[in-house]
């Protein structure tokens, strides 16, 4: 890589070139420095390639879905049921959030999609019991960024995409991990909620009133059952089960639940179209730059790099983990995963780790970097939901920033927690 090269990706990241552009651009400028015109054919191969894969479908399947189910009132019921397990707790909406958060991860696998539905709903109904804003929009922000660890995940499907993974076994491993998480952040939000005396539900839901809950919330929860469900016994593909469940998020709010309109769709498949073709475009782009870096022998480089500091597993392990958390402040995750996995994957498979255990510590840390500054996503979006200062939502955070933090050290030390479903699962 030349001296030009670098010039122009530093240029390009000075003036704020949004991802897409810049990824095509270096691609562009490389390819041409490679090999001049013959070598730009490479581009309309590689952006075919990378975007006409069967797999790719479900992505904008599950954000429709997720679209519609917010739309029609599915939402709502889920937490409304959740609120009628857990709300009595001590700080009882801070834990709704959060197990909000936990079964709608099974439903739309985006972070801020998560952050936009749950916070929208519970930050308002959260600030009106006397929960201070920036707590408000921690707690949401810390427990959206579990959906992308719990299945479905769109950026578990992008990884298995560029690995050749299997998304069933991605699926599979994000299990445990992800509900680590949200144990743990449930423990951070009891203790922060004991000692600010925040509200609570008043009386304990009977057994009566759980039922009826659940009667509710029925035809939201048995999405995750149709979307594991199908693609854990082979009924159905991923594409096939996310175009299954966003059929079904619609049939249940325009026929059964009455309160999706036609004119709801068009403002849906414009969101999903919009969302969609950023993630496209990333993805074309992307895997132009992934070859281009192949052969430069970026990875072969990194590899031997990686492995002539150290060749202790742990110490490996501790530098990948800092490497990507600092990644993660300055990068959106699909952007990184793009990027990073033909770099980093190779040469951790080399230094002797299960594909699958590295795949999640990388989504893992990544996913962490969506509530911490500069970039932060989640929270930034969870703040302006909230209206409170970002710097202050920043302290806010930190607790749950720990306690995820903790989440990763165990799953990256303790392998089991990982791979033991996807074994038993026959992946």
């Known amino acids: 890589m030349t001296f030009i090269i670098l010039a122009l990706i530093i240029l390009i990241v000075v003036i704020g070139v949004p991802m897409g552009y810049m990824l095509g651009i270096i691609s562009l400028a490389g390819l041409w420095e490679m090999g001049g015109w013959r070598f ?11 975007v006409e894969e069967f ?60 952050t936009v539905a749950i916070g929208n709903i519970l930050i308002p109904a959260m600030k009106k019991e006397g929960y201070s804003p920036e707590f408000s929009a921690a707690v949401t922000a810390a427990s959206s960024i579990v959906g992308p660890i719990i299945p479905p995940s769109i ?34 939000s009891a203790i922060i909620s004991l000692r600010r005396h925040y509200p609570r539900r008043e009386t304990r839901a009977n057994w009566k009133e759980v039922l009826a ?26 594409t096939e089960s996310a175009a299954v469940a966003a059929g079904y998020a619609f049939v249940v709010g325009k026929f059964v639940l009455r309160t999706l309109r036609f004119k709801d769709l068009i403002p849906a498949a414009l969101y999903t179209a919009k969302l969609s073709g950023v993630i496209f475009l990333l993805l074309a782009t992307a895997h132009t730059f992934g070859w281009y870096i192949t052969r430069l022998g970026v990875p072969a480089k990194v590899s031997a790099l990686i492995l002539g500091l150290t060749s202790s597993p742990l110490l490996i392990l501790l530098m990948v983990n800092v490497f990507l958390l600092i990644v993660g402040m300055f990068m959106d995750i699909l952007p990184a995963v793009l990027i990073l996995v033909p770099v980093l994957a190779p040469a951790m498979v080399q230094a002797g780790l299960d594909p699958l255990h590295f795949a999640l510590i990388m989504l893992m840390n990544l996913n962490i970097g969506m509530i911490t500054p500069p970039y932060g996503m989640t929270l930034l979006t969870a703040a302006r939901i909230a209206d409170c200062s970002y710097d202050r939502t920043i302290r806010a955070v930190l607790p749950f920033f720990v306690a995820e933090l903790a989440a990763l050290v165990i799953i990256t030390y303790f392998p089991w927690l990982v791979l033991v479903l996807p074994r038993a699962l026959g992946f």
Request: no cysteine; glycine share 12%.
């Open 40 to 50: 730009l054919r490479i581009i309309a191969t590689r952006h075919h390639s990378a």
């Open 55 to 114: 797999l790719l479908i479900a992505i904008p399947f599950f954000i429709l879905a997720a679209v519609l189910m917010n739309r029609s009132g599915l939402t709502d019921r889920l937490i409304r049921f959740v609120n009628l397990l857990i709300g009595h707790y001590p700080g009882g909406l801070s834990h709704v959030n959060i197990g909000g958060s936990i079964i709608f991860a099974g439903m739309t696998g985006a972070a801020v999609t998560d």
């Open 155 to 188: 950026t578990m499907i992008v990884y298995a995409h560029i690995t050749g993974l299997s998304v069933g076994a991605l699926f599979t491993a994000g299990f445990f991990p992800g509900l680590l998480m949200g144990g743990l952040l449930l423990i951070v």
């Open 213 to 238: 809950g659940a009667r509710d919330a029925f035809l939201a929860l048995i999405i995750p059952v149709i979307i594991l469900g199908s693609i854990l016994t082979g009924v159905a593909t991923v």
